[in-house]
C-alpha cells in the first residue's frame, strides 16, 4: 500500500524556472492538501482540494496552482520560482476532510536559487 | 484568525516523563490533534482528542485538554531515544477545510 506518493523527493531550480511537485494517493481520500515547512515557521497550507474537480487557497497560495482533474491526483505548480519558495513541501490526504486522519508524504525539498 | 502556540524544544533523559504543551484560539475546533515528525519525513498523527473530553490516554500517551484555558498538552511516559522527533499541535481552522498547526516542539531524548 503506497499511501501518499511525492516526486521529486529533491529538487533544485534557478529563479524564474517553472516545476510541477506531483502528488499521488491510492487510498481513493476526497481530501487532499499542500502545506509548506519553513524553519521556525512551521506547516503553512498553500492549497487544498475537497474532490475532483474543486480547489480552494491555504494561508500561503500566491506564486503555486493546483488542479485536481482526477481523486488521485493533486500536484502543485511553481510557475516562476522565486527564492522565498525554497522550502519542504509535504502533500496530505484524508478520507473525507481535515478532521479525519491526514496522510502525509516524505516531502519534497526545493530549493529556488 | 486562528492559532496554534508551542514552546519549540524540550530536553529530557530517558525514561523521564515528556511534558508538550500547546495553546490554541479557535475554541470551535471539534478534535485537537497531535502529529508526530520523524527526520526525513512527513507527519504521521499520533493522537486526537475530541473537544468535549478532559483527558484521553493511549498507552504511554497522555492528553490533557483544558477548553477554558484553551490549552492542550501531551506527556509521553517513559520516553525513550526513539520518540525523539518534533511534535506538532493541530486544530481545525473554522471553516473545517484545513487544519492549523503550531510551530512544532523538538523533542529531545537523552540516553
Known amino acids: 500500500n503506497a499511501g501518499v506518493t511525492q516526486t521529486p523527493k529533491f529538487q533544485v531550480l534557478k529563479t524564474g524556472q517553472s516545476m510541477t511537485l506531483q502528488c499521488a494517493q491510492d487510498m481513493n481520500h476526497e481530501y487532499m492538501s499542500w502545506y509548506r515547512q519553513d524553519p521556525g515557521m512551521g506547516l503553512r497550507l498553500i492549497h487544498y482540494?475537497?474532490?475532483?474537480?474543486?480547489?480552494d487557497q491555504g494561508e500561503v497560495p500566491n506564486g503555486y496552482n493546483v488542479s485536481r482533474s482526477t481523486t488521485e491526483d493533486f500536484p502543485l505548480r511553481l510557475l516562476s520560482a522565486a527564492p522565498s519558495q525554497t522550502s519542504v513541501y509535504f502533500c496530505?490526504?484524508?478520507?473525507?476532510?481535515?478532521?479525519?486522519?491526514?496522510?502525509f508524504g516524505s516531502g519534497t525539498q526545493l530549493s529556488v536559487l | 484568525g486562528e492559532d496554534v502556540e508551542q514552546s519549540l524544544f524540550l530536553s529530557v533523559r530517558e525514561g523521564d516523563s515528556s511534558v508538550i504543551n500547546c495553546t490554541y484560539t479557535?475554541?470551535?475546533?471539534?478534535?485537537l490533534y497531535w502529529y508526530k515528525q520523524e527526520p526525513g519525513a512527513g507527519l504521521q498523527l499520533l493522537t486526537y482528542?475530541?473537544?468535549?473530553?478532559d483527558m484521553k490516554q493511549d498507552q504511554r500517551l497522555t492528553v490533557l485538554l483544558n477548553k477554558k484555558d484553551k490549552h492542550l498538552s501531551l506527556r509521553i511516559a517513559d520516553t525513550q531515544t526513539g520518540d525523539s522527533a518534533i511534535y506538532f499541535c493541530?486544530?481545525?481552522?473554522?471553516?473545517?477545510?484545513?487544519?492549523?498547526f503550531g510551530k512544532g516542539t523538538t523533542l529531545s531524548v537523552s540516553s
Open positions: 479557535d475554541s470551535s475546533s471539534t478534535y
Open positions: 493541530a486544530e481545525s481552522n473554522q471553516a473545517g477545510t484545513a487544519l492549523i
Open positions: 482540494s475537497v474532490g475532483a474537480g474543486i480547489t
Open positions: 482528542i475530541f473537544s468535549n473530553m
Open positions: 496530505a490526504s484524508s478520507r473525507a476532510g481535515p478532521s479525519e486522519k491526514l496522510f
